[in-house]
């Protein structure tokens, strides 16, 4: 079992940048991937990134060049830099951990508009 608690979301203009946070209640070293997952109104949900436990990276083709998924093993955090965004980006914002089991934070909200 793990509690996962993300933050960071908010109001951005068109361009600007987010940082999302996901904090774990243990380590997140034993999961074999962590991610980032969104759904927008109307949408299902959809996979933005992922770090697994070997290091890898993985992106949705709408995100490359402009997100990056981070690890803090230490702090059993993970993050999202969000730069460039879109009003498309717009969103609730899901924190992912994957083992055996599936396991998901409330969500986070991302609002881009002028």
């Known amino acids: 079992q793990v509690q996962l608690v993300e933050s960071g979301g908010g109001l951005v203009q068109p361009g600007g940048s987010l940082r999302l946070s996901c904090a774990a209640s243990r380590s997140i070293r034993g999961f074999n991937a962590m991610g980032w997952y969104r759904q927008a109104p109307g949408k299902q949900r959809e996979l933005v990134a992922t770090?697994?436990?070997?290091?890898?990276?993985n992106y949705a083709d709408s995100v490359k060049g402009r997100f990056t998924i981070s690890r803090d093993n230490a702090k059993n955090t993970v993050y999202l830099q969000m730069n460039s965004l879109k009003p498309e980006d717009t969103a609730v914002y899901y924190c992912?951990?994957?083992?055996?089991?599936?396991?998901w934070g409330q969500g986070t909200q991302v609002t881009v508009s002028s």
């Open positions: 992912n951990a994957d083992s055996i089991f599936r396991y």
């Open positions: 770090s697994t436990s070997g290091g890898s990276t």
